[in-house]
């Protein structure tokens, strides 16, 4: 038994038969309280009648009347407005720090015989059951599960609106320098993340716009700036990045990043840091001015045709330099082109809308994630192998938050799905 556990079925109020005290004295709950999730009473705002007196007032739970004294909550004047002691185990009489005996409510047979067993079973599935509680998910009301994806959906951008959030603050609230960075970020995947938003700090935006109308000399800049032009080259397309960059350096205060930062190992060469900074460059090349310009952009279709960008035609023949390979075109890709809109864009506009009060861009946000195909990952193949339908990016959004921050965490007792796994079997 828990104490998760306990507040879970007091919150929902999962009980069988009358409720009565250790006193004998009979309980109605009209209001089980709202749950406190920081210092303090487990429930404030309780509205509940004890022998025929209604009390209103805070609700504390533990699995041991004990654990009142162990937890020192007779020396805490913060539990004096508690007017009931909700326990499993009721082992001792308790009183507040005002000498007041607190009624105290055993829930230990009134608690479905199933409903702890059930709860085990969502905790700890069997082996061979990866995610226990899918049949009640798709054996309920469309409008239920609907509800429950959006709402998690918002919970996945919000939780990605941080790293927005972060690099605002220090962009000291520019909404261009932060899209600038943070797209940068998000150019580097996960691998090179960190060095890609090095390199875009370290590049004046102001600089490049000052040769956003020559591409060799905005990809001489940055590969310059990711270090990547320290070393002798054979090939003559390096040699004039190479030139260029030098002629950038002595006109303006430029310190590179270090080489050594950027990771290629165990990449796909689609992904290379170098390959990857060439198409970045290409893409500012398209507007200096790139928040700006993504705003005026509402439609999915559009930005993905925005983010669709082709490496320089040197890298149709390599991914790294000095180092040919089979000829092709080294555009980022309908996939890769997604994830930016999906994890850099998105969040952005959700944050800007929140920010400036602008629910047409929080609801723009959510909308162009139904407009976007659904993601292709372990994740969501493995929510389609258990026949959870994924119809666009939205839904396997919403599946990812799921199963990450519920599913693998085993917060069953915080999820609406687990809720109704529970409320089921305790019917």
């Not at 702890?116 to 309920?140: F, G, M, Q, R």
């Not at 927005?164 to 943070?182: F, I, P």
């Not at 060469?269 to 001015?289: H, Y």
């Amino acid at each position: 038994m828990t104490e998760a556990f306990l507040q879970y079925v007091w919150r929902y109020q999962l009980l069988e038969g009358p409720l009565i005290t250790t006193e004998g004295q009979p309980v109605h709950v009209s209001r089980a309280g709202e749950l406190n999730t920081d210092a303090g009473p487990d429930f404030f705002y309780a509205r509940i009648e004890i022998g025929g007196v209604e009390w209103s007032g805070n609700v504390e739970i533990h699995v041991k009347a004990s654990d009142w004294r162990l937890h020192k909550h007779q020396q805490d004047h913060a539990y004096d407005n508690v007017v009931l002691h909700v326990v499993y185990d009721a082992d001792e009489v308790v009183a507040t720090a005002e000498g007041r005996k607190l009624p105290t409510l055993s829930l230990q047979s009134h608690i479905p015989s199933s409903l702890w067993d059930n709860y085990e079973l969502l905790l700890h599935p069997p082996k061979n059951i990866a995610i226990p509680c899918v049949p009640t998910l798709v054996s309920l009301p469309s409008f239920k599960v609907t509800s429950y994806m959006e709402r998690l959906v918002v919970e996945r951008i919000e939780r990605k609106t941080m790293e927005v959030r972060r690099l605002l603050k220090e962009a000291h609230g520019g909404w261009e320098q932060c899209c600038y960075w943070l797209m940068g970020h998000y150019f580097g995947g996960k691998t090179n993340a960190f060095p890609f938003e090095l390199l875009v700090k370290a590049t004046d935006m102001r600089l490049l716009a000052r040769w956003k109308d020559n591409p060799q000399r905005l990809e001489a800049l940055l590969m310059g700036q990711a270090g990547f032009l320290e070393a002798y080259f054979d090939d003559e397309y390096p040699r004039q990045l190479q030139s260029d960059y030098q002629a950038l350096r002595a006109g303006s205060h430029l310190t590179p990043i270090s080489s050594h930062l950027w990771k290629f190992f165990r990449l796909r060469p689609s992904g290379f840091p170098t390959l990857r900074i060439s198409q970045f460059s290409q893409l500012v090349s398209r507007s200096t001015n790139l928040f700006s310009k993504l705003l005026e952009t509402p439609d999915a279709d559009r930005l993905m045709s925005f983010f669709d960008v082709t490496a320089s035609p040197y890298w149709n023949t390599h991914y790294q330099f000095d180092k040919p390979s089979r000829p092709c075109v080294k555009s980022v890709g309908r996939s890769f082109a997604q994830s930016l809109i999906i994890n850099a864009w998105i969040p952005m506009l959700f944050e800007y809308g929140a920010t400036h009060g602008e629910q047409q861009m929080k609801d723009r946000a959510l909308e162009l994630l139904h407009q976007l195909p659904p993601e292709e990952n372990k994740i969501v193949h493995l929510w389609k192998e258990l026949g959870v339908s994924v119809p666009d990016a939205a839904a396997s959004q919403a599946l990812i938050q799921l199963y990450n921050e519920y599913c693998t965490s085993h917060r069953c007792l915080q999820c609406h799905i687990g809720y109704h796994v529970l409320k089921s079997k305790a019917q």
